[in-house]
């Protein structure tokens, strides 16, 4: 099985997926205009960081696109995986900072916070990056067998789609599903709020949307990126 098939599969089948939108996706991407693209540059972070912008500029500009999940079967260890995101601050509209965070059941970790700017109206909105691999650090929810990135890089809705609010960020929120009804939603809605919950045993906020990934405090200042 394939890097990306193997990525699916998990998002699609794995109970510790909390997210029932992300399954519904999973079972057929090409419907909701979700790209599944393997990245094959050599684990270099700016090798990557390049192949990735590429990527994704090239679906900013295709409208047929929505979202898009980037599989890096090169990147297999936490340290690597976080080098390569950091790279992404070098390479035009994206932008990576980072911040503490502290759960005393868990340890100490340092979250980085992976955005790229997309079109809006007359402007550009941050469009935030949500990372997944087999790193015991993640949350439950982001432990996928392989390690993977997933970003929305289609037209944002003017408002949120969750709390109807004036869009100021994107997110994978942001995916029209065509659902048939308000009602329907909400009961995914719902069904995705007791998954999380069954998944993270309780609150954690490794898991947050706004946090890409986490890494330890000693992955941090060995690549510099301690907050």
């Known amino acids: 099985m394939s890097p990306e ?3 699916m599969a998990w998002r699609r089948t794995q109970p510790d997926v909390g997210c029932a939108f992300a399954r519904l996706i999973a079972a057929g991407p090409e419907k909701y205009g979700q790209h599944i693209i393997p990245v094959s ?16 500029t090239k679906l900013i500009s295709d409208k047929s696109a929505a979202a898009v999940a980037l599989v890096f079967p090169q990147l297999t260890t936490l340290e690597s995986t976080a080098a390569a995101m950091l790279a992404l601050d070098e390479e035009p509209q994206w932008g990576v900072t980072t911040s503490k965070v502290q759960e005393p059941p868990l340890g100490e970790f340092t979250a980085l916070h992976v955005v790229r700017e997309i079109p809006f109206e007359a402007r550009s909105c941050p469009s ?4 997944f691999g087999d790193f015991p650090e993640f949350p439950p929810t982001r432990r996928s067998p392989v390690t993977a990135l997933e970003l929305f890089v289609g037209e944002l809705r003017p408002r949120g789609p969750l709390d109807d609010k004036p869009t100021t960020k994107g997110n994978l929120a942001h995916i029209e599903l065509n659902l048939p009804t308000h009602e329907a939603f909400q009961r995914m809605w719902n069904k995705s709020i007791e998954l999380r919950a069954m998944s993270l045993g309780g609150q954690d906020n490794r898991a947050k949307a706004k946090v890409s990934m986490v890494v330890t405090p000693a992955i941090a200042e060995k690549l510099g990126c301690a907050p």
């Open 5 to 7: 098939k193997q990525y």
């Open 41 to 56: 540059s050599p684990p270099a972070p700016s090798e990557v960081a390049k192949e990735v912008a590429e990527i994704v």
């Open 128 to 131: 935030e990056a949500l990372v």
